[in-house]
């Protein structure tokens, strides 16, 4: 489900079901690394959008937790941890983040939720039917990790 009205009244009404949150991590950076971070940010969106596709009804697609990629690793691991508590509050068992950002897996070992780094893949010169083999092609990869961890924790 996604984080509009029609998903949240679905939601709302299958609540006890739902017990997995999902929050892209995306960069942001006006220095050099601009190009790479849009880059970052354009991949793991559209593969949240695949990913939500095939477990809508399981799980909760966040919109993206965008951050400026200087900030301060404190800063960021704060502002984490705080939607980790918001969410285990409220319900969610299971708390997955999705990033191309390699500096995130310096801080995995603070998450209670589970880190999925992809490394980017630029798409902005494909054809969209390669993009699109290629994003269905990850989304087969996260599927098996999502299932070994809900499995895991059962």
């Known amino acids: 489900m996604k984080w509009i009205p029609q998903d949240i009244d679905m939601f709302l009404n299958a609540k006890e079901y739902v017990d997995t949150a999902v929050i892209p991590l995306l960069p942001i950076s006006f220095k050099d690394d601009i190009k790479q971070t849009a880059s970052m940010s354009e991949f793991i969106t559209l593969l949240s959008i695949q990913l939500e596709r095939q477990f809508k009804g399981r799980l909760l697609m966040l919109p993206g937790l965008t951050y400026l990629k200087n900030s301060s690793e404190d800063k960021l691991l704060e502002n984490v941890l705080e939607w980790e508590k918001e969410l285990s509050e409220n319900g969610f068992k299971h708390i997955f983040y999705v990033t191309s950002d390699s500096d995130w ?21 494909m054809e969209d039917s390669y993009r699109i083999s290629i994003l269905e092609n990850q989304v087969k990869q996260l599927i098996n990790l999502f299932v070994q961890k809900w499995q895991a924790s059962e």
């Open 105 to 125: 897996k310096a801080k995995e070992q603070d998450l209670e939720g589970a880190l999925i780094w992809l490394p980017s893949i630029p798409l902005e010169h």
